[in-house]
């Protein structure tokens, strides 16, 4: 079997661009979280969600260059892409997860190790953030409580950040009250 030299050249040219750019994303993720001082499981559901999107481009750009039909290519991807819209309708917090725990990741101020209070009518939590994952938000309150919350709910809610000092100060108050 003879292969087509340009399309191997084309091949190993994606497999390099994708090397380089596979180390770009990953020297700047660290640097960003080192930067914002964000905690090491963290940084791996990114570095997996980068890959897996980069991984995913690469495939299609694979399949463009040995010569799939853009016709055929098409029908392929939206068939797959119904399956999957079927499957995240039926679990859309599943994604709707994923996806704030990026945000979580890349723009909302709070780390492990804060102290907060989860603004809510029904609930008074307060306590310090002990870890966030890919999908939940775990945080153990002043009460004792060790207390799991779905990150698209964090998204929702409005949550102080409490300064160190204050809280302290605020509760050597309280036991002085009792």
């Given at each position: 079997?003879?292969?087509?030299?340009?399309?191997?050249?084309?091949?190993?040219?994606?497999?390099?661009?994708?090397?380089?750019?596979?180390?770009?994303?990953?020297?700047?993720?660290?640097?960003?979280?080192?930067?914002?001082?964000?905690?090491?499981?963290?940084?791996?559901?990114?570095?997996?969600?980068?890959?897996?999107?980069?991984?995913?481009?690469?495939?299609?750009i694979l399949a463009i260059i040995w010569g799939v039909k853009f016709q055929e290519?098409?029908?392929?991807?939206?068939?797959?892409?119904?399956?999957?819209?079927?499957?995240?309708?039926?679990?859309?917090?599943?994604?709707?997860?994923?996806?704030?725990?990026?945000?979580?990741?890349?723009?909302?101020?709070?780390?492990?190790?804060?102290?907060?209070?989860?603004?809510?009518?029904?609930?008074?939590?307060?306590?310090?953030?002990k870890n966030i994952t890919a999908f939940y938000f775990f945080i153990e309150t002043?009460?004792?409580?060790?207390?799991?919350?779905?990150?698209?709910l964090v998204m929702q809610k409005g949550i102080e950040i409490l300064a160190k000092?204050?809280?302290?100060?605020?509760?050597?108050?309280?036991?002085?009250?009792?």
């Amino acid at each position: 079997m003879i292969l087509p030299k340009e399309q191997l050249l084309y091949t190993l040219l994606l497999v390099v661009i994708m090397i380089i750019i596979s180390l770009i994303i990953k020297k700047a993720i660290r640097k960003f979280s080192f930067v914002q001082a964000i905690e090491i499981n963290r940084r791996k559901v990114i570095f997996n969600i980068c890959y897996f999107i980069i991984y995913l481009f690469s495939g299609f750009i694979l399949a463009i260059i040995w010569g799939v039909k853009f016709q055929e290519f098409t029908i392929f991807i939206s068939s797959v892409l119904a399956v999957l819209g079927v499957g995240f309708f039926a679990q859309w917090s599943i994604l709707s997860n994923l996806t704030a725990s990026f945000i979580l990741f890349f723009y909302h101020p709070i780390r492990i190790g804060h102290r907060i209070k989860i603004i809510d009518k029904d609930y008074n939590w307060v306590g310090e953030v002990k870890n966030i994952t890919a999908f939940y938000f775990f945080i153990e309150t002043d009460a004792g409580e060790n207390i799991s919350l779905p990150n698209s709910l964090v998204m929702q809610k409005g949550i102080e950040i409490l300064a160190k000092e204050a809280s302290v100060q605020k509760e050597q108050e309280e036991l002085y009250k009792e």
